[in-house]
């Protein structure tokens, strides 16, 4: 039996599949040790981490033995420098490179033989795609930070936390849009968010998938264990018209949110401009700069259109509670992020069809500081193949108003800027096709357009990117109302 569980840094993948492996008496490798060996190695030998041919070399060359908690390295015992910091970056900079993967597939699936459970970033999709049993672990990167502080500090290290999640965010960006086996769930894996969860739940609901006749082919869907399932069944309503209360409620806490933030910044610090940019009708992607917590309330609540739906990280709606229920009244729906999650694209393209308006934020994440970062390819591939016209939004002030670790906002300016409308081509006037990317960074474009030129971060050449970008997209000339209230 092979047993593939795969996720980003901190996610509980290694000490899950040892546990498991336990359980289910088979041999445990986690593949991350390998990537540190030929890290530590060329960190060693004075091997740039950029010298391709050197690592493939290097990675073909050497021989990782791992016996319970010994990890050799041609025959010397790496435990004690294996999980230093510094061999993180190292790992996931060797991993980059295809042969070095190649080389460290190669023992991998040596080691593994027909039974293993293989913890990594790629077993169910590289390693073993034909594993018995995939799982995909996630978690917060919040959650991941405070799990991999933990560990440094067992090791009598003293960690910063707020660094650990820039290190983890960037690693996952790195990590799942590298050339070679990115990191991705398998379409067969079964996905768990493990925010909130202790070792022994997530140990005991994989076990019990890997002993039900036909998890696999449950995969989310499986409504059995609600406390590990992406989300509450109800958070998966169709888009489009609803005939409860729902859509009041909705527009009751859109009105809320306007006045709140209306009284709190009174004084003429709340300015909203460009509601006459904003189609009244027909599908729209909205598509805005994420700086602070604050943005997700204010960008539905203050556009013109009561139809609008949010994808939101998929973590916030797993917990029950009244958080998620917010969320889900507040018409957001999940995503698993950092991943090609088919039910948020899914879901995604209904509301779309049905003519709603679609909010989400590019970056794939809030960015903390600095300017605007690349996009991920999410948002262009939605525009692309929807043909939904695209709604550029910058958000200015809104990170100085509630800067991340605080408890209450901050009495600053703060404008919503809504840009003309613009559509995404299938392909340029000269017949190449447009890439996901590229009409990712059309639609950055678009709102580094509106940003202070101190916070276009790397869109800040606008010059070069229209050059690079021209053909890309269009303006959407589609209908707009002549009113410029609040919205519905």
């Known amino acids: 039996m092979i047993v593939a569980i795969d996720g980003p840094a901190g996610s509980g993948k290694s000490a899950v599949g040892r546990r498991v492996a336990e359980a289910l008496g088979l041999p445990f490798v986690d593949s991350g040790l390998l990537y540190r060996a030929v890290g530590a190695r060329a960190l060693e030998a004075g091997i740039d981490l950029d010298d391709a041919d050197a690592l493939t070399g290097l990675a073909g060359a050497i021989r990782v033995e791992v016996e319970g908690g010994t990890v050799r390295v041609d025959g ?12 993180s970056e190292a790992a996931s900079r060797v991993a980059r490179i295809p042969g070095v993967r190649r080389a460290v597939v190669d023992q991998l699936r040596a080691m593994g033989g027909g039974n293993v459970v293989m913890a990594g970033r790629d077993i169910g999709t590289v390693v073993f795609p034909d594993a018995d ?74 076990l019990q998938r890997v002993g039900t006749e036909g998890a696999r082919r449950d995969r989310i869907e499986s409504r059995d264990e609600p406390a590990l399932s992406e989300v509450p069944p109800e958070a998966r309503r169709a888009p489009g018209p609803d005939p409860g209360p729902r859509i009041e409620l909705y527009g009751l806490m859109r009105f809320l949110v306007r006045l709140l933030a209306r009284v709190y910044l009174a004084g003429g610090l709340l300015h909203v401009s460009g509601l006459e940019r904003v189609p009244r009708s027909g599908p729209l992607v909205v598509c805005a700069n994420h700086a602070s917590t604050v943005d997700p309330p204010l960008v539905p609540a203050f556009l013109p259109r009561s139809d609008s739906w949010s994808m939101a990280k998929a973590e916030l709606l ?49 960015v903390r500081a600095g300017g605007l970062r690349e996009a991920e390819p999410g948002a262009g591939f939605i525009a692309r193949t929807t043909g939904a016209p ?85 303006p959407a000339l589609g209908p707009a109302a002549a009113a410029t209230g609040d919205g519905g």
């Open 76 to 87: 010397r015992d790496y435990t004690a420098r294996i999980y230093r910091p510094e061999l």
């Open 133 to 206: 049993h995939k799982f995909y672990l996630t978690a917060s990167v919040e959650e991941r930070a405070r799990r991999r502080a933990a560990q440094l500090a067992a090791r009598g290290e003293r960690p910063d936390a707020g660094a650990l999640e820039v290190e983890i965010e960037e690693r996952d960006r790195r990590d799942s849009r590298r050339a070679a086996a990115p990191m991705r769930a398998a379409e067969d894996a079964v996905v768990l968010n493990t925010d909130g969860l202790d070792l022994e739940a997530v140990v005991g609901q994989v």
């Open 318 to 366: 797993v917990r029950p509670g009244f958080g998620a229920w917010v969320l889900r009244h507040y018409h957001a729906f999940p995503v698993v992020r950092h991943t090609p999650d088919r039910r948020a694209l899914r879901r995604a393209a209904e509301i779309l069809r049905a003519g709603g308006v679609l909010v989400l934020y590019p970056e794939g994440t809030r």
């Open 390 to 474: 695209v709604l550029p939004v910058a958000l200015v002030g809104t990170r100085e108003c509630f800067p991340g670790g605080s408890l209450l906002p901050r009495r600053v300016r703060v404008e919503i800027r809504y840009g003309p409308p613009l559509r995404i081509r299938e392909r340029r006037p000269d017949g190449r096709r447009v890439e996901n990317q590229e009409a990712a960074d059309a639609i950055m474009l678009a709102i580094a357009e509106q940003l202070p030129p101190g916070a276009r971060g790397v869109y800040a050449d606008l010059g070069s990117l229209r050059e690079r970008l021209s053909g890309v997209w269009e």
